[in-house]
């Protein structure tokens, strides 16, 4: 049984929660591996087991266990940012992700989807196995992952294309059902204002136990930097995050050991089909005049997203729900945007089922016509996991 102090209820549900799962144990699961799936149960010994089967299954069907043996493409060991750069003050394994590295769009033009999610899967065990190894010498304390997500120069445009999206979706939902309880702490550092739009989709996706371990810091290295020296001894740490570990030729983003990704060369796509990345749609909005486009949405907890561009000339953009009674409510207010300038690009939960309409205004226009393109789609809340794994 194990070492640590449970109350009374805690300790029943770990006993129940073993008897149920004994035909599917292995030695090494210990009481500290079914505390994982407990706590991310709350405590309810039935669900746990569900979890823990269902998890089980998944890793047959992936075939966990031989991913070891599994040499990625080259591209995946050149262009995915990551890497473990020492041991936090418990002796807990630190990974770094230099996310704004990441080229998901370029990496998805060379290998499939199903290629980037098998890569994630490896690198997870990996992270594992230090993480068991860890707890073996120093106990419990060591065997989670804190991890330092640097969001400097994040880019929300290629997350909107499809697959993309799709990817980091199925990402989210594969940890949440197949790791629970591995991650100690997550500091997100340099993170941008348009970050706060995606994560807001992204929480959607993940469990509480997940984001009550999430650590959002504002870009000034002066708020980021003590609180990750708190945790983590400045000479397990790279400079560039507060410590004191270099490169041999000085670097200080310890690039020996964290993968900084990259733009993936264009010279190197062998997926060339762009459908996805360029479904917009042309239209002109008459001088006087809106177009509006109504979006039945079936299913609440749905994402509506946009991206659209104008020609020469700014336009009027809002979003509306119908009520139950047939009113319109304003979700997003009519407001000119310069899309003549930049792209316009955002996304919106939809909380309940209802007819939202995405509102092109040009009725303060009364000598213009103007030419816009337009993307916009309802991506619903399924399982995208399932549905990227056969990709």
């Not at 050991?257 to 062998?270: A, D, E, H, L, S």
Request: aromatic content about 8%.
């Amino acid at each position: 049984m194990t070492s640590l102090k449970l109350a009374d209820d805690q300790r029943f549900a770990l006993m129940k929660f073993r008897r149920s799962v004994q035909d599917v144990l292995k030695p090494d699961h210990d009481d500290q591996f079914l505390l994982r799936w407990l706590r991310a149960r709350k405590w309810d010994a039935v669900a746990a087991e569900k979890m823990l089967r269902d998890s089980l299954e998944w890793r047959k069907q992936w075939e966990v266990d031989k991913l070891e043996e599994w040499d990625p493409p080259q591209i995946l060991k050149d262009h995915l940012p990551h890497g473990l750069c020492g041991y936090d003050k418990d002796n807990a394994p630190v990974a770094i992700i230099p996310f704004a590295g990441m080229d998901m769009y370029g990496i998805l033009h060379v290998v499939s989807r199903r290629e980037m999610i098998k890569v994630t899967i490896k690198h997870l065990e990996k992270y594992l196995k230090v993480c068991q190894e860890q707890a073996a010498k120093h106990g419990p304390v060591a065997g989670q992952v804190t991890v330092i997500f640097d969001m400097e120069g994040f880019n929300l445009r290629q997350y909107m294309w499809r697959p993309a999206g799709e990817v980091v979706i199925a990402l989210i939902q594969m940890y949440e059902a197949n790791y629970p309880e591995i991650l100690k702490t997550c500091f997100i550092i340099n993170a941008p204002k348009v970050f706060t739009l995606a994560f807001s989709i992204a929480k959607k996706f993940m469990n509480e136990y997940t984001i009550s371990k999430i650590q959002i810091i504002k870009a000034d290295p002066n708020k980021w930097k003590p609180a990750i020296l708190k945790i983590v001894p400045a000479d397990q740490l790279p400079a560039h995050f507060g410590g004191t570990l270099k490169d041999p030729d000085g670097n200080p983003k310890l690039t020996t050991k964290i993968c900084q990704g990259g733009k993936v060369p264009k010279t190197m796509y062998v997926n060339k089909n762009e459908k996805d990345s360029s479904d917009f749609t042309t239209a002109t909005v008459k001088k006087g005049d809106k177009l509006k486009l109504d979006l039945p949405v079936e299913e609440g907890g749905s994402i509506l997203s946009w991206e659209f561009r104008s020609e020469d000339h700014d336009i009027k953009f809002g979003i509306m729900r119908k009520n139950n009674e047939g009113a319109q409510i304003e979700l997003i207010p009519m407001h000119r945007v310069s899309a003549h300038q930049m792209d316009e690009i955002g996304l919106l939960t939809c909380e309940e089922p209802s007819t939202y309409s995405v509102i092109f205004d040009n009725t303060y226009s009364l000598l213009r016509n103007k030419k816009i393109h337009y993307s916009v789609r309802i991506l619903p809340p399924t399982n995208v996991l399932e549905e990227v794994s056969m990709s």
